[in-house]
């Protein structure tokens, strides 16, 4: 899937089949559905998952519980934007689906 097609799901009613856990979870942050993001997520054992984790408390402003999960991640804590990160976060995941 494309960063393109990706983009357009979130027009329609639920993520598009074959999603990993992570890229569910960006799929409903996406759409401002913060909640089910983070179930995704915090559901999600995987360094993918604690990835959107964090990203997830870091948009929620949560600094330091962000910090924790992008550690457990093995990702440098974010500085630029938030809509920035979310993108590259979803490229870089849809790349190695």
Do not use: C, I
Not at 48 to 68: C, I, K, P, Q, V
């Amino acid at each position: 899937m494309t960063f393109e097609a990706f983009s357009a799901s979130l027009a329609l009613a639920a993520p598009p089949a074959g999603l990993s856990p992570a890229l569910q979870a960006l799929w409903y942050a996406g759409r401002d559905d913060w909640d089910r993001a983070h179930d995704l997520a915090q559901d999600d054992p995987s360094r993918a998952g604690s990835w959107a984790h964090a990203y997830l408390h870091r948009l929620e402003g949560d600094a330091w519980n962000a910090g924790y999960w992008y550690r457990k991640a093995r990702q440098p804590m974010a500085e630029g934007s938030l809509q920035d990160e979310w993108e590259a976060m979803v490229r870089s995941l849809l790349a190695v689906t």
